[in-house]
């Protein structure tokens, strides 16, 4: 079955340091990406996406991501961390069209000063 | 201003009792979903719909029951049929049902929890 890994259920960072969230997806058939933030008791809303348009895609609040072929990843980053990113972050991949998104079990950052 | 309504924010039920969470968007969108979500587990989809008077299962829709007689209103029923019920239960819709690279939009999210 097709599926979404994130590496790292919990990610503590430095206010000021780099941010790297890690995202796998299984198959070689590139799909559609996505990541999502969540803060406490909300729904989640959209960072950024890949639609094969390019590579490098640029999201809100300074977030970015690469998708990468061969190593089937969409790793989340963004130079400096701010107290405000602490939340669950989620990737999620959509292979198929009329399907819904299939999303990885979510990444917790945690932001100290 | 365009968005989705989750109803209610809170919600505890009895064990064996029903319960229904609303959904309703005002975005126009054709597609509309409900997934689950539990500590640790990501969110599941329990039930996705395409367009109007038709859904589809997703991976945990036993326990489970939904509508969709209006595009804007997606009501998704929790059974006394569903064993672990207790949970955060968010609402998405987005443009092009038929399509796969359209992002999803959420609500706010309902968590039930089970007395």
């Known amino acids: 079955a097709q599926s979404v890994t994130q590496l790292g259920s919990h990610v503590s960072v430095s206010e000021g340091a780099l941010v790297l969230l890690r995202c796998n997806y299984s198959?070689?058939?590139?799909?559609?990406l996505f990541w999502y933030v969540q803060y406490p008791n909300q729904g989640l809303q959209l960072l950024l996406k890949?639609?094969?348009?390019?590579?490098l895609v640029k999201g809100i609040n300074g977030f970015e991501a690469e998708f990468k072929k061969s190593e089937t990843s969409f790793h989340l980053t963004k130079p400096s961390a701010h107290m405000s990113d602490a939340a669950e972050y989620f990737c999620?991949?959509?292979?198929?069209?009329?399907?819904?998104?299939?999303f990885g079990k979510g990444t917790t950052l945690s932001v100290s000063s | 201003d365009g968005g989705i309504t989750q109803s209610p924010k809170y919600l505890f039920r009895k064990e064996g009792q029903n319960v229904t969470l609303s959904c309703e968007q005002n975005?126009?969108?054709?597609?509309m979903y409900w997934y689950r979500q539990d500590p640790g587990q990501g969110l599941r989809l329990i039930y996705y719909?395409?367009?109007?008077?038709?859904?589809q299962k997703g991976d945990i829709a036993e326990g489970y029951s939904v509508s969709r007689e209006k595009k804007e209103s997606f009501p998704l029923t929790v059974t006394s049929a569903q064993k672990n019920p207790t949970a955060f239960y968010l609402c998405?819709?987005?443009?092009?049902?038929?399509?796969?690279?359209?992002?999803?939009?959420f609500g706010e999210g309902s968590r039930l929890t089970v007395l």
């Open positions: 998405a819709s987005s443009a092009g049902g038929g399509t796969h690279h359209r992002e999803l939009f």
């Open positions: 198959s070689s058939v590139p799909p559609y």
């Open positions: 890949y639609t094969s348009a390019a590579t």
């Open positions: 999620a991949v959509s292979w198929a069209a009329g399907t819904a998104l299939i």
């Open positions: 975005l126009n969108h054709d597609a």
């Open positions: 719909s395409q367009i109007v008077n038709d859904f």
